[in-house]
């Protein structure tokens, strides 16, 4: 965890929409809280590397991450970072609109701490918040009402 008690949350998703509704839904509960967007897992890998014009960067205390993603897909990321114990400390959520049982299960296989179908509501998009705090990530929450 970062030293000034807020979270460092990457989001890796190319669609605008979605990762807009991820901003409502930590604006709406009140989480002070950086997110960093990286459009590609190749950004991402950037930013986890800490290289190619990404070198301030802070390291993710918990990456969101879609699986359809233009040049490499979200299964090849979890790939790529699997075995580089720098990053076996940040919980890896996969969201994803796939409902296939066999992109549930390889992406368990390749480390995913949770795998959540991407909701078709604004509503039901706001269950991320819960999902942060069960990675054992402390979010700075604003709001008296949210425990």
């Known amino acids: ?3 000034n008690n807020l979270a460092n949350i990457l989001v890796i ?3 605008e929409g979605d990762v807009d509704l991820m901003r409502l839904s930590f604006e709406d509960a009140k ?13 991402a890998l950037d930013i986890l590397h800490k290289r ?15 699986l359809n993603l233009p040049k490499m897909s979200g299964h090849e990321f979890l790939e790529q970072i699997q075995h580089d114990e720098k ?23 390749l480390n995913a701490h949770r795998y959540m179908v991407k909701p078709i509501t ?26």
């Open 1 to 3: 965890m970062n030293t």
């Open 13 to 15: 998703e190319d669609n």
């Open 31 to 43: 989480i002070k809280n950086t997110i960093t967007v990286a459009e590609d897992a190749e950004i």
């Open 52 to 66: 190619n014009g990404r070198e301030d960067s802070p390291k993710p205390d918990v990456i969101f991450l879609d």
């Open 87 to 109: 990053f076996n400390d940040i919980p890896v959520v996969v969201l994803s609109s796939s409902v296939s049982d066999s992109d549930i299960l390889t992406s368990h296989s």
């Open 122 to 147: 604004a509503e039901k998009f706001f269950g991320i918040i819960a999902t942060v705090e069960k990675c054992n990530v402390s979010v700075v929450v604003d709001n008296p009402d949210r425990g």
